[in-house]
C-alpha cells in the first residue's frame, strides 16, 4: 500500500530539515509526498482572518509569497533528489 505522507512548510530552516527527515527516512517506501504551505497576511491570525479578503493586496501579497515559496522548495527537492 502506498504511503500518502503530509510535509506541512512555513519554508523556514526547521520544516525544510523535516521534510528532507521525512524523504530520507520513507526512501525505500513507496510514497505520495503533499507539500502543505498555508499563509497569511500577519503574524495576528485574528487580523488575517477579519481583514484578507481575496483579490485584496494584503491577500494577492501573501499569495503570491506562499506560491514563489512553494515553487522554489519543489525546485530545490528536484535538484536534491532527482
Known amino acids: ?10 519554508f523556514s530552516k526547521n520544516a525544510w530539515h523535516a521534510i528532507t527527515f521525512a524523504l530520507e ?7 505520495d ?3 502543505l504551505n498555508v ?4 503574524r495576528n491570525i485574528m487580523d488575517s482572518l477579519i481583514n484578507m479578503e481575496p483579490r485584496s493586496e494584503m ?3 501573501a499569495k503570491l509569497d506562499s506560491e514563489n515559496g512553494l515553487a522554489k522548495a519543489i525546485k530545490h ?3 536534491i533528489y532527482d
Open 59 to 61: 491577500y494577492e501579497t
Open 33 to 35: 509526498f503533499y507539500i
Open 39 to 42: 499563509f497569511s497576511a500577519t
Open 1 to 10: 500500500m502506498k504511503r500518502k505522507i503530509l510535509l506541512p512548510t512555513d
Open 25 to 31: 527516512l520513507f526512501k525505500k517506501d513507496h510514497c
Open 77 to 79: 527537492l528536484y535538484t
